[in-house]
């Protein structure tokens, strides 16, 4: 199941500098998005989300954009902190009450 | 502020044996869900939970699955006779209403099939 895609496995940036988080997704059914961070043998945490209606939605240091046509959606923090380091997942819902579908996730790593 | 919460944390079980994991959703919430990780692998959606009865299962959720809303509180993923392959993280989630769809999650039971 590729519907949603992180096509960058890891990326690492400097502290303070802006993390940019991509993801591609194929179905033209997808109204909602979501950003979670992960940390290992936890829960994804929610981060932050935008809906199909938007193309972008700001939360703090957090802000995602999305790109419709291209079918396009990225996350970026900035600045960067250390604590930011973990495992983000994006992931779509196609209606309330549906279900999450997950790309594979992308390794950030801030370094101080 | 509210949160998922999940039992056990860690389930070690013989192949064959029923397991059990529960899971309390956050309390307002209409919808539940049950998603797994197998190491390495993407999150997977097994079933959704609305309104007492399943909304949709995957592929994955066959009749070895089952869940159940068995009081106000708690929701249930029970496996009858687990299989290796069933070993994973096991997350369960909610969401709240028809004016958001964002789901927030437990923090996971660690599934080990022997």
């Known amino acids: 199941d590729q519907q949603v895609k992180q096509n960058s496995p890891s990326l690492s940036v400097q502290e303070g500098r802006i993390s940019i988080l991509n993801c591609d997704y194929t179905?033209?059914?997808?109204?909602?998005f979501l950003w979670y961070k992960k940390y290992p043998a936890e829960g994804p945490t929610f981060l932050i989300s935008?809906?199909?209606?938007?193309d972008k939605n700001e939360d703090g240091r957090f802000t995602v954009f999305l790109n419709k046509s291209a079918k396009h959606l990225s996350l970026h923090i900035v600045p960067s902190q250390p604590g930011d380091s973990a495992v983000y997942f994006c992931?779509?819902?196609?209606?309330?009450?549906?279900?999450?579908?997950f790309g594979a996730g992308t390794i950030l790593r801030v370094k101080s | 502020e509210p949160e998922v919460t999940q039992t056990p944390s860690h389930q070690v079980t013989q192949m064959g044996q029923e397991v059990i994991l529960r899971c309390v959703p956050i309390?307002?919430?209409?919808?539940f869900y049950w998603y797994r990780q197998i190491l390495g692998q993407k999150v997977e959606f097994l079933v959704s939970?609305?309104?007492?009865?399943?909304?949709?299962k995957s592929e994955i959720f066959d009749d070895q699955f089952s869940v159940e809303r068995p009081d106000g509180s708690n929701f249930t993923l029970k496996i009858r006779s687990t299989k290796l392959e069933d070993s994973a993280m096991y997350f369960c989630?909610?969401?709240?209403?028809?004016?958001?769809?964002?789901?927030?999650f437990g923090p996971g039971t660690r599934l080990t099939v022997l």
């Open positions: 992931a779509a819902s196609s209606g309330y009450g549906n279900k999450l579908v």
């Open positions: 989630a909610s969401s709240a209403d028809f004016n958001t769809d964002t789901q927030y």
């Open positions: 179905n033209s059914m997808f109204d909602y």
């Open positions: 309390s307002n919430h209409l919808y």
């Open positions: 935008i809906s199909s209606i938007k």
């Open positions: 939970f609305y309104n007492n009865e399943i909304s949709e």
